[in-house]
Structure formats: structure tokens, C-alpha cells
């Protein structure tokens, strides 16, 4: 921990009140993040964040801290990469222990073909700012020396990209980081206050209905996590989005060792060791669409088969807890970031199982566009008219190991 950073949080609730500049529907790390990107940067104040439960009770509080910018398109590498470089120096500007810690992560390798998308990763990764180095199964083995690199004698290992950038970071301290200092600036977040309609005149969003009565709003953003849908009936806009549930594991502590974060670009899971000793482990998202919350043995039993081919050590560790988080995944598994043809409504929507990433970045763009009325460079692709326009940000191959 840096000596600089306070341990402790303050908190400073409010009373909700009639009507504000900027209503945020959803206290995860997106709503946060926009909120106090408009008060430090814009010095914009006169915002709400409603949240429906408690702040990050959402996916920002649910998920396995990978924070990585190794995706496969130029637009995506960059936006990442600034979210990454972000993260570096979120502790000396908000003043919190986030427990930040650089890495690496390796990206394993078992076919030719998976071979060769990692030899593009890497370059199109370097090119877009992102370090990220092929390596042999020796210098894999040298990272983690845990690693079978013969895969339980049934995945061997060809090789690996290196992304030597990747971090974890703990997740609700991200939020509270978040929160601290949008409400230290003015900024209220109502928890316990879920948003039931959008108050519209016209053509025109504005403001929100709560249990409590309406809230009236200049602009209202939906940064709702897995609930975009229900947010975006309310205003008629139809989103390519299905709502995926995802889980993950932890087991029991093990000493401290494990260096790099492992992950499988076919057997599709991953596992990182937490400053606790414990191994976070994941794996793809569920196939069905579902809003469903239940945490399956069928989930646990392919996940733990798959990452103890890999690390054999992990057969002797006990499955501690084991959670689901329900996520919003766009048709061309990147964000949607932006205005939705209806004035006054912008969503920040789409961020799947990879959206842990990508807070500090998303939260600056939406709030620069928020203030300034006009789309970012960094955010300009992932605007939901790219679909009309059929300029889809194709990345699914970067999505699948969070
Ligand atoms: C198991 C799991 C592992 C993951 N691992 C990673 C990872 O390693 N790296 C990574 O980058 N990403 C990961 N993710 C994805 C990441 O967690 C999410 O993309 C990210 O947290 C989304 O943040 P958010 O602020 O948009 O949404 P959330 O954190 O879900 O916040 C949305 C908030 O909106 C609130 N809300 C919903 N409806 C309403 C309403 N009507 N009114 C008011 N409030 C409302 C919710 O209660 C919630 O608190 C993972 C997700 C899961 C579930």
C-alpha cells in the first residue's frame, strides 16, 4: 500500500431532491466513475446516482478484477489501454487503497491456430500501445512455475502471449474509491432507490420515476449493468444486447505464488491469486439468455476440470464460495457508449464480463460527453448507431477470459 492512500472511507449520504443537472440510474462502477469524472474534471455537481440495492452490489462488486488491454481491434487496444493506464495512478488521485497490482497475464496457447491469433494479438496489441510479447512454453513455465505444460497430458502448451500491463485490482474499493469522491465534491447517490420509468415530454427524456416520487434530470444516463433492457423499454429504444449470467469461484487461501494471472484462449477459463492467497477463478459466460442469479455445480464441475489440467495444484484446494453476475452483452461483444436517439437519455451499456476493465475509462468519456455535448475520440466507435451503420467492433475473441 502506498503511504499516501487512506484505508478508511467517508461516505456522505443526502436527502434526494426534486430535480438535478444529471441523473445516473445504477451506483456500479460506471455510474460512479461518470459521477466523478463530472465533478473533478467538469466541475459539474449537481448530480444523482440512483442505485436500486447498495453501491456495487451490481457486477463491479460480483466480478475477478482482471484489468488487461489485450483485445484484437485497434479501437478497442486503445480505449483499454488508457482504462489500464488509468487505473495505474487511481490511487494517488483519489486518495484510496484500490489494492492495485500489475501482474501480467499469460494467454495459453494449445493448436496452431490459436498460435497464430496470439501472434497477431501481439502485434496489433504493440502497434495500438499495449505490451504484449509471445513467449515459449519455457519462458511460460519460468512465469508460472506451477504450469503443466502438458496440460494434463490432454492441452499441451505451444506457447503464450504476455500481456506484461495486466492487473488486478479489489473491486468494491474500486466503487467506494469512486464514490467517495463524487460525494466529497457534492454529488449525491441515493441507495435503496430503484428507478420504475423515465419521465418523458415528448420525444424527450426528463427525468426519473422512483417509489418516492419523480426526479427531474437535464440528462438522465442508464448505467445499469445486467438491466439496460428494462431501462430502454421505458423509453421504447431497442438495444442488440442478451442478458447473460456468469459466475466464478473461489477456493480456499494458498500461499502466495502464483505470479501472472492464467488464462486459457480454448479451454476458455482463468484463475488469479487474490491478496488473501485465494485462487478467483472464471470461465465463459452461461449459453442460456437468463436473468438468473443461481450458482450451478454443472458450472463448478467443467471449470474445475479445466483449470486443474492446467494447474495441477489446485486439485488439493477447497471450493470456498461460489457467485453469478448477470451481464449485458452487445451483438458484436463490445460497449455501447453513448447517446440512443432519444434526447436526453444515454446509456453506457454492453460491457458483458469485461466491463471491470474498462471503468475508469468509460466513466471520463461519458461524463466528457456529458458536459461538453460532444462524443470523444477514444469513445466515438462504440456508439449505438454503429449497428445502423454497419460498422460493428467484432472483438468476441477478446472477451471470452474476461
Ligand atoms: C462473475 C463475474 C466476473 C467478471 N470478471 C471481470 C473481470 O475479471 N474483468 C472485467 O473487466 N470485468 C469482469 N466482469 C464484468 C464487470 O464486472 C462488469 O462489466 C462491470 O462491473 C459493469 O459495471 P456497471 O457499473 O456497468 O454495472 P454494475 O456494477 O452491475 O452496476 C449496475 C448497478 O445498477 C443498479 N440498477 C439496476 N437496475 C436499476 C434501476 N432500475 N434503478 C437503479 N439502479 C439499478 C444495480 O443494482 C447495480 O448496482 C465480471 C462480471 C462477473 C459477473
Redesign the pocket.
Known sequence: MNEFVETLLELQWHEPKRSYDVVI????????ATAYYLATRHGITDVAV????Y?????????????RANYGIPEAIRFYQHSLDLYRTLEAETGCWIMHSTKGLLWLAHTETAMRAERARCLLNSACGAETVMVTPEEARRLCPQLDLSGGGRYPVLGASHHTGAATAR?DRVVWAYAQGAMRRGVHVLQH????GLVRDGDRVTGVETANGPIAAGVVLS?????VT??ANYADVRLPIRTHP???FVTNAYAQGLGPIISDTELFCYVSQTARGQMLI?AEFDPQPSYSMQSSFGFLQSCTAKVSHLLPFLRDLRILRQ?????DVSADFSPIMGETGVDGLLV??G?????????PAGGEQMAELIATGRTPPLLAPFGLDRFALDHAMADQGSTGT?
Open positions: 440510474i445504477g451506483g456500479g462502477g460506471h455510474g460512479l440512483l442505485e436500486a440495492n453501491i456495487g452490489s451490481g457486477n463491479s462488486g460480483r466480478n475477478t478484477t482482471i484489468i473491486h432507490t430503484p428507478v420504475t448505467a445499469v449493468g445486467g438491466n428494462t431501462i456468469l459466475q466464478a472464471g457467485w453469478t453476475g448477470i451481464c453506457t451499456t460491457w458483458g464480463t469485461w466491463g471491470f476493465k474498462a471503468i474476461r
